[in-house]
């Protein structure tokens, strides 16, 4: 389909994002309530070799468990007599466990049992859920720019995000 969920592309990868709450001429694609756009590292936004990584463990209270995220970045340019090319390549990923309690009652209950001759709506129960998970977010990005001319400028982006889910309830 052509919705993105957000909550799919690790945030290392960005570069940013800019949201616009009105569409102008210039943006190629959007509607009448706005655009989102998401925006990656490219090779040209650094000066030249740059080399980015960065590790850390989160721990969760409420599951009492300790999980790994890490991320990288390898970004380069070069002078050719074809131009200037850059390459760079990203990686993410994020193990997090995670436990939610919630308490709810159940959807209505109608019955005539209680008083004869009448329907009466009742409560269903009420319940004490407790979730524990676990969410496997990974992200790739992969970039190739080339600038033949001070004009002109082409890249090319392969990108792969997922995200999974374990549940118990």
Do not use: C, M
């Amino acid at each position: 389909s052509r919705v993105l969920n957000f909550e799919d592309v690790p945030s290392p990868l960005l570069a940013g994002i800019d949201v616009y709450k009105d569409p102008t001429a210039d943006l190629i694609e959007g509607g009448v309530a706005g655009t989102v756009d998401l925006r990656t590292h490219k090779p040209f936004d650094f000066d030249g070799l740059e080399l980015e990584s960065s590790a850390a463990e989160r721990y969760s209270d409420y599951i009492s468990r300790a999980t790994p995220e890490f991320t990288a970045l390898a970004s380069d340019r070069w002078n050719t007599d074809a131009g200037e090319w850059g390459a760079l390549i990203a990686f993410s990923y994020q193990d997090r466990a995670f436990r939610e309690d919630e308490a709810t009652q159940g959807s209505p209950l109608y019955s005539t049992k209680f008083i004869p001759g009448q329907t009466v709506t009742a409560n269903n129960g009420v319940f004490d859920i407790i979730q524990k998970g676990e969410r496997f977010r990974t992200g790739l990005d992969g970039v190739l720019q080339w600038q033949p001319a001070d004009n002109l400028q082409f890249y090319t982006e392969a990108s792969s995000e997922e995200l999974r889910t374990k549940e118990n309830e």
